[in-house]
Protein backbone atom coordinates (compact mmCIF):
# COMPACT_ATOMS: atom_id res chain seq x y z
CA UNK A 1 0.00 0.00 0.00
CA UNK A 2 1.81 3.61 -1.31
CA UNK A 3 0.53 7.27 -1.38
CA UNK A 4 -0.15 8.36 -4.55
CA UNK A 5 3.42 9.57 -5.88
CA UNK A 6 1.81 12.69 -6.88
CA UNK A 7 -0.30 13.47 -3.36
CA UNK A 8 0.93 16.50 -1.50
CA UNK A 9 1.68 16.96 2.15
CA UNK A 10 2.88 19.98 3.93
CA UNK A 11 4.80 20.43 7.14
CA UNK A 12 1.69 22.11 8.26
CA UNK A 13 -0.53 19.08 7.67
CA UNK A 14 -2.65 20.39 4.36
CA UNK A 15 -2.88 17.54 1.94
CA UNK A 16 -3.86 18.14 -1.74
CA UNK A 17 -4.38 15.81 -4.22
CA UNK A 18 -3.76 16.92 -7.30
CA UNK A 19 -5.98 14.47 -9.34
CA UNK A 20 -8.91 15.55 -7.82
CA UNK A 21 -8.59 18.57 -6.39
CA UNK A 22 -9.51 17.66 -3.06
CA UNK A 23 -8.01 19.14 0.17
CA UNK A 24 -7.76 17.87 3.78
CA UNK A 25 -6.02 18.93 6.92
CA UNK A 26 -4.67 15.87 8.82
CA UNK A 27 -3.21 15.77 12.15
CA UNK A 28 0.50 15.20 13.40
CA UNK A 29 0.09 11.67 13.62
CA UNK A 30 -1.82 11.23 10.22
CA UNK A 31 1.39 13.20 8.67
CA UNK A 32 3.47 11.15 10.40
CA UNK A 33 1.67 8.05 8.67
CA UNK A 34 1.58 9.51 5.26
CA UNK A 35 5.08 10.27 5.22
CA UNK A 36 5.59 6.70 6.13
CA UNK A 37 3.52 5.68 3.31
CA UNK A 38 5.32 7.98 0.68
CA UNK A 39 8.53 6.93 2.06
CA UNK A 40 7.52 2.93 0.85
CA UNK A 41 7.09 1.70 4.44
CA UNK A 42 4.46 -1.67 4.72
CA UNK A 43 1.83 -1.39 6.97
CA UNK A 44 3.58 -3.88 9.83
CA UNK A 45 6.81 -1.55 9.65
CA UNK A 46 4.51 1.55 10.28
CA UNK A 47 2.47 -0.05 12.94
CA UNK A 48 5.79 -0.95 14.53
CA UNK A 49 7.70 2.59 14.65
CA UNK A 50 4.18 3.56 15.84
CA UNK A 51 4.27 1.54 18.89
CA UNK A 52 7.65 2.45 19.59
CA UNK A 53 7.04 6.25 19.58
CA UNK A 54 3.65 6.58 21.51
CA UNK A 55 1.61 5.35 24.48
CA UNK A 56 -0.64 2.81 22.63
CA UNK A 57 -1.69 -0.80 22.99
CA UNK A 58 -1.82 -2.89 19.41
CA UNK A 59 -5.71 -3.69 18.93
CA UNK A 60 -6.72 0.17 19.33
CA UNK A 61 -3.40 0.87 16.67
CA UNK A 62 -5.23 -1.91 13.99
CA UNK A 63 -8.10 -0.99 14.16
CA UNK A 64 -7.52 2.99 14.18
CA UNK A 65 -4.63 2.48 11.18
CA UNK A 66 -7.62 0.46 9.06
CA UNK A 67 -9.93 2.73 9.59
CA UNK A 68 -7.51 5.60 8.17
CA UNK A 69 -6.12 3.32 5.27
CA UNK A 70 -10.19 3.16 4.16
CA UNK A 71 -10.44 6.36 4.01
CA UNK A 72 -7.33 7.50 2.31
CA UNK A 73 -8.57 4.33 -0.21
CA UNK A 74 -12.22 6.03 -0.33
CA UNK A 75 -10.39 9.58 -1.31
CA UNK A 76 -8.35 7.93 -3.66
CA UNK A 77 -4.79 9.01 -2.44
CA UNK A 78 -3.50 5.20 -2.10
CA UNK A 79 -2.07 3.78 -5.79
CA UNK A 80 -4.40 0.78 -6.30
CA UNK B 1 12.35 43.87 -32.83
CA UNK B 2 9.45 45.94 -32.34
CA UNK B 3 6.40 44.06 -31.50
CA UNK B 4 3.23 44.13 -33.46
CA UNK B 5 -0.12 46.13 -31.87
CA UNK B 6 -3.15 44.77 -32.42
CA UNK B 7 -6.66 46.66 -32.41
CA UNK B 8 -8.82 43.90 -30.61
CA UNK B 9 -12.25 44.06 -30.01
CA UNK B 10 -13.70 42.32 -26.76
CA UNK B 11 -17.33 41.08 -26.04
CA UNK B 12 -18.57 39.70 -22.50
CA UNK B 13 -17.83 42.86 -20.26
CA UNK B 14 -19.58 41.29 -17.95
CA UNK B 15 -17.76 40.57 -14.84
CA UNK B 16 -20.72 39.98 -12.19
CA UNK B 17 -21.55 36.99 -10.40
CA UNK B 18 -22.55 35.11 -13.77
CA UNK B 19 -19.68 36.53 -15.54
CA UNK B 20 -18.71 36.58 -19.07
CA UNK B 21 -14.75 35.72 -20.15
CA UNK B 22 -14.15 39.44 -21.72
CA UNK B 23 -11.90 40.45 -18.43
CA UNK B 24 -9.65 37.55 -18.22
CA UNK B 25 -9.10 37.08 -21.71
CA UNK B 26 -8.08 40.79 -21.62
CA UNK B 27 -5.96 40.36 -19.07
CA UNK B 28 -4.35 37.35 -20.75
CA UNK B 29 -3.87 39.50 -23.93
CA UNK B 30 -2.37 42.38 -22.01
CA UNK B 31 -0.04 39.78 -20.23
CA UNK B 32 1.76 39.19 -24.13
CA UNK B 33 5.19 39.68 -24.18
CA UNK B 34 5.35 39.20 -28.11
CA UNK B 35 2.60 41.95 -29.24
CA UNK B 36 0.81 44.74 -27.77
CA UNK B 37 -3.13 45.43 -27.69
CA UNK B 38 -5.39 48.43 -28.04
CA UNK B 39 -8.85 47.03 -25.98
CA UNK B 40 -12.10 47.76 -27.32
CA UNK B 41 -14.99 46.56 -25.26
CA UNK B 42 -18.28 45.71 -26.75
CA UNK B 43 -21.03 46.25 -24.40
CA UNK B 44 -24.77 45.10 -24.82
CA UNK B 45 -25.59 47.32 -21.19
CA UNK B 46 -24.71 50.07 -19.68
CA UNK B 47 -23.43 48.95 -16.58
CA UNK B 48 -21.26 45.92 -17.88
CA UNK B 49 -18.28 46.02 -15.20
CA UNK B 50 -15.46 45.64 -17.56
CA UNK B 51 -16.33 49.48 -19.42
CA UNK B 52 -15.43 51.22 -16.23
CA UNK B 53 -12.04 49.11 -16.01
CA UNK B 54 -9.72 52.07 -17.62
CA UNK B 55 -6.44 49.97 -16.95
CA UNK B 56 -8.35 47.17 -19.01
CA UNK B 57 -9.99 48.19 -21.79
CA UNK B 58 -9.31 51.26 -23.67
CA UNK B 59 -12.76 52.18 -24.69
CA UNK B 60 -16.60 50.78 -25.28
CA UNK B 61 -18.81 50.72 -27.71
CA UNK B 62 -22.55 49.68 -27.54
CA UNK B 63 -23.75 47.09 -30.09
CA UNK B 64 -26.76 45.52 -30.67
CA UNK B 65 -28.16 42.23 -28.90
CA UNK B 66 -27.53 39.19 -31.61
CA UNK B 67 -31.72 39.16 -31.59
CA UNK B 68 -31.60 42.87 -33.62
CA UNK B 69 -30.23 40.34 -36.60
CA UNK B 70 -26.81 40.20 -38.28
CA UNK B 71 -27.21 42.91 -40.19
CA UNK B 72 -28.11 45.70 -37.07
CA UNK B 73 -24.76 44.48 -35.70
CA UNK B 74 -22.40 44.53 -38.57
CA UNK B 75 -23.85 47.84 -39.32
CA UNK B 76 -22.69 48.31 -36.22
CA UNK B 77 -19.00 47.18 -36.32
CA UNK B 78 -18.60 48.65 -39.39
CA UNK B 79 -18.83 51.76 -37.56
CA UNK B 80 -16.86 51.03 -34.89
CA UNK B 81 -14.29 49.60 -37.52
CA UNK B 82 -14.30 53.23 -39.47
CA UNK B 83 -13.28 54.43 -35.96
CA UNK B 84 -10.78 51.97 -34.26
CA UNK B 85 -9.35 50.50 -37.24
CA UNK B 86 -9.83 46.43 -35.76
CA UNK B 87 -7.84 43.86 -36.44
CA UNK B 88 -9.65 41.35 -34.45
CA UNK B 89 -12.92 40.64 -32.78
CA UNK B 90 -12.98 37.64 -29.61
CA UNK B 91 -16.93 37.45 -29.39
CA UNK B 92 -17.33 35.67 -25.72
CA UNK B 93 -21.07 34.96 -25.35
CA UNK B 94 -22.63 31.68 -26.76
CA UNK B 95 -26.14 33.74 -28.03
CA UNK B 96 -23.82 35.88 -29.88
CA UNK B 97 -21.82 33.26 -31.46
CA UNK B 98 -24.21 32.33 -34.64
CA UNK B 99 -23.98 35.66 -35.55
CA UNK B 100 -20.34 35.99 -35.33
CA UNK B 101 -19.70 32.94 -37.04
CA UNK B 102 -21.89 33.43 -39.74
CA UNK B 103 -20.41 36.82 -40.48
CA UNK B 104 -16.63 35.59 -41.06
CA UNK B 105 -16.23 36.23 -44.50
CA UNK B 106 -17.90 40.08 -43.94
CA UNK B 107 -15.94 41.06 -41.37
CA UNK B 108 -12.70 39.87 -43.23
CA UNK B 109 -13.57 42.07 -45.92
CA UNK B 110 -13.63 44.61 -43.15
CA UNK B 111 -10.03 43.85 -42.57
CA UNK B 112 -11.31 42.09 -39.12
CA UNK B 113 -10.12 38.37 -38.17
CA UNK B 114 -12.09 36.08 -35.74
CA UNK B 115 -10.47 32.61 -35.08
CA UNK B 116 -13.85 30.84 -33.79
CA UNK B 117 -15.07 27.25 -34.67
CA UNK B 118 -17.10 26.45 -37.95
CA UNK B 119 -20.67 26.44 -38.56
CA UNK B 120 -20.91 22.34 -38.21
CA UNK B 121 -18.49 22.38 -35.10
CA UNK B 122 -21.02 24.70 -33.70
CA UNK B 123 -24.16 23.19 -34.76
CA UNK B 124 -23.33 19.62 -33.80
CA UNK B 125 -22.00 19.94 -30.11
CA UNK B 126 -25.44 22.27 -29.34
CA UNK B 127 -26.80 20.40 -26.08
CA UNK B 128 -29.81 19.12 -27.95
CA UNK B 129 -27.81 17.30 -29.90
CA UNK B 130 -25.24 15.26 -27.34
CA UNK B 131 -26.27 11.45 -27.77
CA UNK B 132 -25.35 11.57 -31.56
CA UNK B 133 -22.29 13.83 -30.48
CA UNK B 134 -21.24 11.05 -28.00
CA UNK B 135 -21.59 8.36 -30.02
CA UNK B 136 -20.23 9.54 -33.42
CA UNK B 137 -16.95 11.01 -31.37
CA UNK B 138 -16.63 7.87 -28.77
CA UNK B 139 -17.21 9.98 -25.24
CA UNK B 140 -19.72 8.72 -22.76
CA UNK B 141 -22.85 11.36 -22.58
CA UNK B 142 -25.78 11.32 -20.61
CA UNK B 143 -29.22 10.45 -22.40
CA UNK B 144 -30.59 14.00 -23.66
CA UNK B 145 -33.42 15.11 -24.80
CA UNK B 146 -35.09 17.70 -26.61
CA UNK B 147 -38.67 18.76 -25.30
CA UNK B 148 -41.01 21.53 -27.08
CA UNK B 149 -44.13 20.99 -25.47
CA UNK B 150 -45.79 20.18 -21.61
CA UNK B 151 -47.33 17.13 -23.29
CA UNK B 152 -44.16 15.32 -23.77
CA UNK B 153 -43.14 15.61 -19.56
CA UNK B 154 -45.19 12.44 -19.49
CA UNK B 155 -43.46 10.33 -21.54
CA UNK B 156 -40.36 11.08 -20.25
CA UNK B 157 -40.67 8.18 -17.43
CA UNK B 158 -40.20 5.98 -20.37
CA UNK B 159 -36.40 6.56 -20.92
CA UNK B 160 -35.46 8.72 -17.61
CA UNK B 161 -35.54 7.76 -13.89
CA UNK B 162 -35.90 10.83 -11.47
CA UNK B 163 -34.20 12.81 -10.54
CA UNK B 164 -33.02 14.25 -13.83
CA UNK B 165 -31.70 17.63 -15.51
CA UNK B 166 -34.20 20.33 -16.93
CA UNK B 167 -32.00 22.68 -19.57
CA UNK B 168 -32.50 25.98 -21.35
CA UNK B 169 -30.45 25.56 -24.87
CA UNK B 170 -28.01 28.14 -23.98
CA UNK B 171 -28.42 28.52 -20.07
CA UNK B 172 -29.48 27.33 -16.93
CA UNK B 173 -29.70 23.95 -15.40
CA UNK B 174 -32.26 22.84 -12.81
CA UNK B 175 -32.68 19.31 -11.09
CA UNK B 176 -36.28 18.23 -11.05
CA UNK B 177 -37.40 15.11 -8.72
CA UNK B 178 -40.34 14.81 -10.34
CA UNK B 179 -42.98 15.92 -13.46
CA UNK B 180 -44.64 18.60 -11.55
CA UNK B 181 -40.69 20.08 -10.66
CA UNK B 182 -40.39 19.46 -14.39
CA UNK B 183 -43.13 21.02 -15.83
CA UNK B 184 -42.14 24.62 -13.42
CA UNK B 185 -38.83 24.12 -14.89
CA UNK B 186 -40.08 23.67 -18.06
CA UNK B 187 -41.99 26.73 -18.16
CA UNK B 188 -39.07 29.10 -16.62
CA UNK B 189 -36.33 28.22 -18.98
CA UNK B 190 -39.01 28.44 -22.16
CA UNK B 191 -39.79 31.64 -21.35
CA UNK B 192 -36.49 32.81 -20.74
CA UNK B 193 -34.26 30.95 -23.50
CA UNK B 194 -36.90 29.64 -25.65
CA UNK B 195 -37.49 25.79 -27.12
CA UNK B 196 -36.81 23.09 -26.94
CA UNK B 197 -35.88 22.42 -23.30
CA UNK B 198 -33.18 20.03 -22.64
CA UNK B 199 -33.77 16.25 -20.41
CA UNK B 200 -30.48 15.18 -19.73
CA UNK B 201 -30.10 11.91 -17.70
CA UNK B 202 -28.71 12.97 -13.65
CA UNK B 203 -25.11 11.07 -13.48
CA UNK B 204 -23.72 11.53 -10.06
CA UNK B 205 -20.22 12.44 -9.17
CA UNK B 206 -17.65 15.63 -9.36
CA UNK B 207 -18.38 17.95 -12.02
CA UNK B 208 -14.58 18.76 -13.54
CA UNK B 209 -14.15 21.26 -16.32
CA UNK B 210 -11.36 21.78 -19.57
CA UNK B 211 -10.37 24.77 -21.40
CA UNK B 212 -8.80 24.05 -24.81
CA UNK B 213 -7.50 25.85 -27.91
CA UNK B 214 -7.39 23.98 -30.98
CA UNK B 215 -5.51 25.32 -34.21
CA UNK B 216 -8.60 24.05 -36.83
CA UNK B 217 -6.39 21.40 -37.69
CA UNK B 218 -6.97 18.65 -35.15
CA UNK B 219 -4.15 20.07 -33.01
CA UNK B 220 -4.69 20.71 -29.13
CA UNK B 221 -2.78 24.08 -28.58
CA UNK B 222 -3.16 24.00 -24.96
CA UNK B 223 -5.64 22.56 -22.28
CA UNK B 224 -6.14 22.67 -18.38
CA UNK B 225 -8.59 20.78 -16.43
CA UNK B 226 -9.93 22.36 -13.29
CA UNK B 227 -11.88 21.17 -10.59
CA UNK B 228 -14.92 24.16 -8.91
CA UNK B 229 -13.97 24.47 -5.31
CA UNK B 230 -16.92 27.22 -4.57
CA UNK B 231 -19.97 26.95 -7.07
CA UNK B 232 -22.76 30.15 -6.69
CA UNK B 233 -26.09 29.72 -6.58
CA UNK B 234 -26.31 30.13 -10.11
CA UNK B 235 -23.95 27.37 -10.82
CA UNK B 236 -20.59 29.49 -11.59
CA UNK B 237 -17.56 28.81 -10.66
CA UNK B 238 -16.20 31.15 -7.83
CA UNK B 239 -13.14 29.69 -6.93
CA UNK B 240 -11.17 26.57 -8.95
CA UNK B 241 -8.23 24.76 -8.91
CA UNK B 242 -6.09 23.22 -11.78
CA UNK B 243 -5.65 19.40 -11.54
CA UNK B 244 -3.39 16.77 -12.69
CA UNK B 245 -5.52 14.45 -14.75
CA UNK B 246 -4.55 12.68 -17.93
CA UNK B 247 -8.01 10.90 -18.94
CA UNK B 248 -9.27 14.32 -19.07
CA UNK B 249 -6.68 15.66 -21.01
CA UNK B 250 -6.46 12.59 -23.37
CA UNK B 251 -10.21 12.89 -23.65
CA UNK B 252 -9.82 16.53 -24.81
CA UNK B 253 -7.01 15.82 -27.16
CA UNK B 254 -8.92 12.73 -28.76
CA UNK B 255 -11.93 15.24 -29.31
CA UNK B 256 -10.54 18.46 -30.79
CA UNK B 257 -8.32 16.01 -32.69
CA UNK B 258 -11.37 13.98 -34.50
CA UNK B 259 -13.46 17.33 -34.58
CA UNK B 260 -10.19 19.33 -36.00
CA UNK B 261 -11.87 21.86 -33.04
CA UNK B 262 -10.64 25.69 -33.94
CA UNK B 263 -11.03 28.71 -31.62
CA UNK B 264 -11.35 28.04 -27.94
CA UNK B 265 -13.50 25.77 -25.91
CA UNK B 266 -14.60 24.52 -22.73
CA UNK B 267 -15.32 20.87 -21.72
CA UNK B 268 -17.71 20.31 -18.71
CA UNK B 269 -17.55 16.70 -17.17
CA UNK B 270 -18.64 15.03 -14.94
CA UNK B 271 -16.43 12.23 -13.16
CA UNK B 272 -18.44 9.26 -11.33
CA UNK B 273 -16.68 7.58 -8.18
CA UNK B 274 -16.02 4.56 -10.75
CA UNK B 275 -13.55 6.84 -12.37
CA UNK B 276 -15.53 7.35 -15.59
CA UNK B 277 -16.32 10.60 -17.61
CA UNK B 278 -19.46 11.82 -18.86
CA UNK B 279 -19.27 15.10 -21.20
CA UNK B 280 -22.54 17.16 -20.18
CA UNK B 281 -21.51 20.30 -22.33
CA UNK B 282 -19.19 21.77 -24.81
CA UNK B 283 -19.00 25.92 -24.46
CA UNK B 284 -17.84 26.88 -27.90
CA UNK B 285 -15.72 29.45 -26.59
CA UNK B 286 -13.41 30.69 -24.11
CA UNK B 287 -14.83 30.03 -20.65
CA UNK B 288 -14.89 33.12 -17.87
CA UNK B 289 -11.94 31.54 -15.97
CA UNK B 290 -9.34 31.36 -18.72
CA UNK B 291 -7.33 33.44 -16.65
CA UNK B 292 -6.34 30.52 -14.19
CA UNK B 293 -4.82 28.73 -17.37
CA UNK B 294 -2.59 31.85 -17.61
CA UNK B 295 -1.47 31.75 -14.43
CA UNK B 296 -0.88 28.05 -14.87
CA UNK B 297 1.32 28.91 -17.70
CA UNK B 298 -0.95 28.52 -21.08
CA UNK B 299 -1.72 31.66 -21.78
CA UNK B 300 -4.59 30.60 -24.59
CA UNK B 301 -6.11 33.86 -25.58
CA UNK B 302 -2.53 35.05 -26.03
CA UNK B 303 -2.20 32.30 -28.51
CA UNK B 304 -5.77 32.60 -30.07
CA UNK B 305 -4.03 35.33 -31.33
CA UNK B 306 -0.76 34.01 -32.41
CA UNK B 307 -2.84 31.29 -33.93
CA UNK B 308 -5.08 34.19 -36.08
CA UNK B 309 -2.18 35.69 -37.36
CA UNK B 310 0.15 33.20 -38.31
CA UNK B 311 3.02 34.20 -35.76
CA UNK B 312 4.74 31.31 -33.80
CA UNK B 313 2.62 29.50 -31.57
CA UNK B 314 3.17 27.58 -28.48
CA UNK B 315 2.93 23.96 -27.83
CA UNK B 316 1.71 24.08 -24.39
CA UNK B 317 2.09 20.53 -22.53
CA UNK B 318 2.37 21.28 -19.21
CA UNK B 319 0.72 23.86 -16.19
CA UNK B 320 1.05 24.15 -12.72
CA UNK B 321 -1.10 21.69 -11.14
CA UNK B 322 -2.55 22.94 -7.64
CA UNK B 323 -2.73 26.68 -9.35
CA UNK B 324 -6.12 28.01 -7.45
CA UNK B 325 -8.37 31.36 -8.53
CA UNK B 326 -10.66 33.06 -6.41
CA UNK B 327 -13.28 35.73 -7.67
CA UNK B 328 -14.41 38.27 -5.65
CA UNK B 329 -16.78 41.53 -5.81
CA UNK B 330 -15.22 45.23 -5.84
CA UNK B 331 -16.84 48.59 -6.23
CA UNK B 332 -15.30 50.28 -8.86
CA UNK B 333 -15.79 54.09 -8.52
CA UNK B 334 -17.19 55.69 -12.04
CA UNK B 335 -18.46 59.60 -12.80
CA UNK B 336 -21.81 59.73 -13.78
CA UNK B 337 -20.93 61.61 -17.15
CA UNK B 338 -19.58 58.03 -18.42
CA UNK B 339 -22.64 56.40 -18.15
CA UNK B 340 -24.20 59.66 -19.85
CA UNK B 341 -21.55 59.23 -22.60
CA UNK B 342 -22.68 55.78 -22.90
CA UNK B 343 -26.14 56.25 -23.00
CA UNK B 344 -26.64 58.71 -25.20
CA UNK B 345 -23.37 58.46 -27.76
CA UNK B 346 -23.00 54.91 -27.36
CA UNK B 347 -19.73 54.81 -26.94
CA UNK B 348 -17.29 56.02 -24.17
Known amino acids: MKLKRNVAVSENGFLFNPETGDSFIVNPIAKE ?6 EGYDIEKINQLILDRYEVDLVTLEKNMEDFLKMLQHNELLDR | MEKPKFNIAVTGLNNTDNPGPGIPVIRGLKESKDFDVRIIGLAYENLEPGIYMRDLVDKTYQIPYPSSGKE ?3 ERIEYINSKENLDFIIPNLDAELYTFIQSKEKLEKMGIRTFLPTMQQFEERHKANLNEYGEKYGIKVPLSKSITSRRDIDELKEDFEYPLLVKGKFYDAYLAYTP ?8 KISAKW ?3 VIIQEFIRGTEVNVIALGDGQ ?7 PMRKQYITDKGKAWGGVTIKDEKMLDLTRSLLKQTKWRGGMELELIKTNQNEYFLIEINPRIPAWVYLAVAAGQNLPEALIKLAFGMDVPNYLEY ?20 GSLSVTGEM
Not at chain 2, 323 to 339: C, E, P, V
Open chain 2, 72 to 74: AVL
Open chain 2, 180 to 187: EQVNTHFN
Open chain 2, 320 to 339: EVGKMFIRYSFDLIGDIAQF
Open chain 2, 218 to 224: GNTVGAV
Open chain 2, 194 to 196: GLP
Open chain 1, 33 to 38: ILNYLK
